[in-house]
T-cell receptor, first 114, second 112 residues
Framework: EAGVTQFPSHSVIEKGQTVTLRCDPI?????LYWYRRVMGKEIKFLLH????????ESGMPNNRFLAERTGGTYSTLKVQPAELEDSGVYFC????????????FGPGTRLLVL | DQQVKQNSPSLSVQEGRISILNCDYT??????FLWYKKYPAEGPTFLIS???IKDKNEDGRFTVFLNKSAKHLSLHIVPSQPGDSAVYFC???????????WGAGTKLIIKP
């Protein structure tokens, strides 16, 4: 069974540009989560989808971030316009139920904003 | 304000010895705690968890201890093996909200 996949693995953009990150969850997983880790710091929750609905988006930093999950399958996280402080590793995770230990993480997208 | 703290950014341990990773939390509403392991260029993977109704949970070489009064938990790995070299994250959640709150991680290096 394929795991959670994320694309791209790395992205280097200039301040003010737009970047779109993609996450493909494990097939059949209704729950999809986005997290971010800024260099050397804690991993922070961004938001949680149940199917195509945003269950909890309390961690989204500001309105420059837009997450979608049309059709309840893959998800995209768009940053527009990107700022220097958006640099970090963006992880996606998916799970079949709400138990925390059942979240399977993707390898992350490393975003660098110059 | 950081609710889950891992005060040691790194830890170096001799192979075969015990590794002890520590984690402190501030929110008394947390009732479930987890440890994750992360290798470079990979996402975190679940390692072991403990509910607040317990003070110890063991799984093979890994044991997690919870001290609720001190708001402290620790992960013991014994004996430590080279493949244990990774970044270890402590995370916590409250039953009313399944959102995971993470520490900053501790990089464990197992020396041969």
């Amino acid at each position: 069974e394929a795991g959670v996949t994320q694309f791209p693995s790395h992205s280097v953009i200039e301040k003010g540009q737009t970047v779109t990150l993609r996450c493909d969850p494990i097939s059949g997983h209704d729950n999809l989560y986005w997290y971010r880790r800024v260099m050397g710091k804690e991993i922070k929750f961004l938001l949680h989808f149940v199917k195509e609905s945003k269950q909890d988006e309390s961690g989204m930093p500001n309105n420059r971030f837009l997450a979608e999950r049309t059709g309840g399958t893959y998800s995209t996280l768009k940053v527009q316009p990107a700022e220097l402080e958006d640099s970090g590793v963006y992880f996606c995770a998916s799970s079949q139920d709400l138990r925390e230990e059942t979240q399977y993480f993707g390898p992350g997208t490393r975003l660098l904003v110059l | 304000d950081q609710q889950v703290k891992q005060n040691s950014p790194s830890l170096s341990v001799q192979e075969g010895r015990i590794s002890i990773l520590n984690c402190d939390y501030t929110n008394s509403m947390f009732d479930y705690f987890l440890w994750y392991k992360k290798y470079p260029a990979e996402g975190p993977t679940f390692l072991i968890s403990i509910s607040s109704i317990k003070d110890k949970n063991e799984d093979g070489r890994f044991t997690v201890f919870l001290n609720k009064s001190a708001k402290h938990l620790s992960l013991h790995i014994v004996p430590s093996q080279p493949g244990d070299s990774a970044v270890y994250f402590c995370a916590a959640s409250a039953q009313s909200n399944y959102q995971l709150i993470w520490g900053a991680g501790t990089k464990l290096i197992i020396k041969p």
